[in-house]
Nanobody, 120 residues
Framework: QVQLVESGGGLVQPGGSLRLSCAASGTIFSINAMAWYRQAPGKQRELVATITNNGTINYADSVKGRFTISRRGAKTMYLQMNSLKPEDTAVYYC???????????????WGQGTQVTVSS
């Protein structure tokens, strides 16, 4: 069974930092782009940052200069979040475009999400 598992969320004060991790497991033949999304209460899910398997990176304007996305190998992704603001409060989701056993093409997979709360 293929899974994406996030970890590292929690409660942090404004100006603080957190590092989120996402680990892919299962029989995975290939992973193209990976991404972090977030969804705040009452709002639509939004793209935070993406990283392709050749290292191309993009960020939402709201997090540029504060967040850093990275990958370690093919199956692990991180999001270093610095200078956190209350408006960063959301459930953060890991997303990956993967080709897995039992399928014939790449498809989108999602993690279960990890809560990040920025509050004093």
């Amino acid at each position: 069974q293929v899974q994406l598992v996030e970890s590292g969320g929690g409660l942090v004060q404004p100006g603080g930092s957190l590092r989120l991790s996402c680990a892919a497991s299962g029989t995975i033949f290939s992973i193209n782009a990976m991404a972090w999304y977030r969804q705040a209460p009452g709002k639509q899910r939004e793209l935070v940052a993406t990283i392709t398997n050749n290292g191309t990176i993009n960020y939402a304007d709201s997090v540029k200069g504060r967040f850093t996305i990275s990958r370690r190998g093919a199956k692990t992704m991180y999001l270093q979040m610095n200078s956190l603001k209350p408006e960063d409060t959301a459930v953060y989701y890991c997303n990956a475009d993967m080709w897995v056993r039992g399928t014939t093409t790449f498809a989108d997979y999602w993690g279960q999400g990890t809560q990040v709360t920025v509050s004093s």
